[in-house]
Nanobody, 116 residues
């Protein structure tokens, strides 16, 4: 499974940004896909995930502001980021979890900077 992240950039506080994660290869091995982020000097943290059946999970910091969705026909997962805050600044990594539960897949990161 290969994951390709895109959509990062500079956004002003309160603005919106949409990240995309496109999966290729043996995508039927994916049980869930989502996003983690890593801010400078901090550990990587889960932002949001969505299972192949559409069940979503959000970090408290993302709940109510971010929305994760999937387009199964395109093998793409989106993260719509609204009402962004400076503390959302981080490298965002696309993540996949395999159907057996222990396999993890990572895409390259995409930088999101929230600043005026």
């Amino acid at each position: 499974v290969q994951l390709q992240a895109s959509g990062g950039g500079l956004v002003q506080p309160g603005g919106s940004l949409r990240l995309s994660c496109s999966a290729s290869g043996s995508t039927d091995r994916l049980a869930a896909t989502g996003w983690y982020r890593q801010a400078p000097g901090k550990q990587r943290q889960m932002v949001a995930t969505i299972t192949s059946s559409g069940v979503t999970n959000y970090a408290p910091s993302a709940q109510g502001r971010f929305t994760i969705s999937s387009d199964n026909a395109k093998n793409t997962v989106y993260l719509q980021m609204n009402r962004t805050k400076p503390e959302d600044t981080a490298i965002y990594y696309c993540y996949g979890r395999g159907v057996l539960g222990f396999e993890t897949y990572w895409g390259q990161g995409t930088l999101v900077t929230v600043s005026s």
